[in-house]
């Protein structure tokens, strides 16, 4: 069953915009994860948040976390072309006794040169 | 380089045949997964392995069968009982607790 839900499915901008993508999920959680695929390749991991962070920041990457909404976002910033990709979101259940990912329907970025 | 391969990179299917695909990580993970991916659906799960000699069904697991005798491989096998199998399938492993590190994929197509 699809936990996580991303927002929008897909996204076109401009190379050095901003590119905000959104992710709600249902249930508790113990993390949430964020991961990209290039097409036709497998996924790689981004970031992990837990569910007591509300922020937190890699290089270009600023994720956060509101647990009382059920949602997180990802914010990529002076997008590049290489950017170009599929972004997931995946939610790791709190109390489940043991560790798996649900996976949402992803994000589609386009960053036109 | 410590990392997760997956083999082959694509693979042909007849109807009612059994195939087999690989997968071998050298990162001494505990965890190993299996996602089948359909075009606009994410990825869904097939079967998991927390430790030698267990694994568990996913959401999808009917028509597919693993097994994990070393720790290292986790091979999937996808058998004629699966209806619809043409998918990109992804293997990954992980610590309990943190990222996966995913393979670069089997694209499987029914021929």
């Known amino acids: 069953s699809q936990q996580g839900e991303e927002d929008p499915q897909a996204l076109s901008i401009q190379e050095g915009e901003n590119a905000t993508m959104n992710c709600s999920y249902k249930?508790?959680?113990?993390?949430l994860q964020w991961y990209r695929q290039n097409s036709g390749r497998g996924l790689v991991h981004l970031i992990l948040?837990?569910?007591?962070?509300r922020e937190k920041h890699s290089g270009r990457l600023r994720v956060t976390l509101d647990t009382s909404k059920k949602s997180s976002s990802l914010l990529i910033t002076a997008s590049r072309a290489a950017d170009t990709a599929s972004y997931f979101c995946?939610?790791?259940?709190?109390?489940?006794?043991?560790?798996?990912?649900?996976f949402g329907k992803g994000t589609k970025l386009s960053v036109i040169p | 380089d410590g990392g997760i391969t997956q083999s082959p990179k694509y693979l042909f299917r007849k109807e009612g045949q059994n195939v087999t695909l690989s997968c071998e990580q050298n990162l001494n993970h505990d965890a190993m997964y299996w996602y089948r991916q359909d075009p606009g659906q994410g990825l869904r799960l097939i079967y998991y392995s927390q430790i030698v000699n267990d694994f568990q069904k996913g959401d999808i697991a009917e028509g597919y069968s693993v097994s994990r005798e070393k720790k290292e491989s986790f091979p999937l096998t996808v058998t004629s009982a699966q209806k619809n199998p043409t998918a990109f399938y992804l293997c990954?492993?992980?610590?309990?607790?943190?990222?996966?590190?995913f393979g670069s994929g089997t694209r499987l197509t029914v021929v």
């Open positions: 249930t508790s959680i113990n993390n």
């Open positions: 995946a939610t790791a259940r709190s109390g489940a006794g043991s560790y798996q990912l649900t």
């Open positions: 948040i837990r569910s007591n962070e």
């Open positions: 990954a492993s992980s610590q309990q607790d943190g990222g996966y590190t």
